[in-house]
């Protein structure tokens, strides 16, 4: 059984910062597989914000570059995203993601339960 667990989210105002953390249990070994956050806002689609690949390489959506900042402890197990200078259209609730794979190309795909983001004037 794979559980991934998101914690410190919550409240800030614009231009502060916030740590999420997404904390893998049970089978799931980070360190070899993809991982990523991914946000969804009221009313909107849930979309990538921000990943590691398994060979280590790291994407961001545009709006967050220079912003976030994702991270792997692989001896933890634990994927966090470094967010600063956030602004109100940060909000959204924060998925953890982990593609756990068993073949070159397949993969089991986790998430999280999620944990809210909101981002005050």
């Known amino acids: 059984q794979v559980q991934l667990v998101e914690s410190g989210g919550g409240l800030v105002q614009a231009g502060g910062s916030l740590t999420l953390s997404c904390a893998a249990s049970?089978?799931?070994?980070?360190?070899?597989?993809?991982v990523g956050w991914y946000r969804q806002a009221p009313g909107k689609q849930r979309e990538l914000v921000a990943g590691?690949?398994?060979?280590?390489?790291?994407n961001y959506a545009d709006s967050v570059k220079g912003r976030f900042t994702i991270s792997r402890d692989n001896a933890k197990n634990m994927v966090y995203l470094q967010m600063n200078s956030l602004k109100p259209e940060d909000t959204a609730v924060y998925y953890c993601n982990a593609r756990l794979y068993y073949t070159d190309s397949n993969y089991y795909n986790y998430w999280g339960q999620g944990t809210p983001v909101t981002v005050s004037s």
């Open positions: 049970g089978s799931a070994i980070l360190s070899r597989n993809a």
């Open positions: 590691v690949s398994r060979d280590g390489s790291t």
